[in-house]
Each structure stands twice: as C-alpha cells, then as structure tokens.
C-alpha cells in the first residue's frame, strides 16, 4: 500500500488550500478502517489534524475546528483536507494515513506555509 499526498504550498495567512492522498494497492477497500491527517512543525510532535472512519464520522483538533474539513472519496481510495482561514501557526508537513484492518499506512507528508 502507498500513499501520494498533494496539494501543499505556501499561501498567505486566511487563504485556503486543499490536501489530497490517494492509496494505492489497495486489493479490498472494505479493509479500510479510516483515514486521518496528521502535521509536524518544526521542534514539535506529530499531532493529529482531523479523521475520518470507514462510517463517515469526524473528529477534528480543537485548533482546526470550523476551518478544516475532511472528507473521502471510497472509489477512488482518497482522502481530502479542506484548509480555510489558514494562520501562520498551521504551517507544518502534513501527512496523511489510512487503517487497513490493523495495520497503518502513512504517507510521504507535503508541506503547508502560511506566511503572515
């Protein structure tokens, strides 16, 4: 299983960027237990951003809440990140990890800059 995560950049405080990450060798999506995407800015710990369950249910970081929506696309084996009002605080490599029954698989990270 690989993941290809997208859409990073540099954009400035309060614009948008979208995160895509797409899994392949996948042989049974009904194994995917859910998806999630975590950051790591420099000098912290990886914290987890927002999930997503095989249901649908989300759950979300305090620090993202009304701004960061995550969604997942069950055909094409692909979760999103919808990133509005960005601050400069939210600047981090994120990446991006799927379940598959008990085991988790992560993705290389992509790196979001939010200038002041």
């Known amino acids: 299983v690989q993941l290809q995560a997208c859409g990073g950049g540099l954009v400035q405080a309060g614009g948008s960027l979208r995160l895509s990450c797409a899994a392949s060798?996948?042989?049974?999506?009904?194994?995917?237990?859910?998806w999630g995407w975590y950051r790591q800015a420099p000098g912290k710990q990886r914290e987890l951003v927002a999930d997503?369950?095989?249901?649908?249910?989300?759950n979300y970081a305090d620090s993202v809440k009304g701004r960061f929506t995550i969604s997942r696309d069950n055909a094409e084996n692909t979760v999103y990140l919808q990133m509005n009002s960005l601050k400069p605080e939210d600047t981090a490599v994120y990446y991006c990890?799927?379940?598959?029954?008990?085991?988790?698989?992560w993705g290389q990270g992509t790196q979001v800059t939010v200038s002041s």
């Open positions: 060798g996948i042989v049974f999506s009904i194994n995917i237990m859910g």
């Open positions: 990890n799927v379940k598959l029954s008990r085991t988790y698989y």
């Open positions: 997503i369950s095989s249901r649908g249910s989300t």
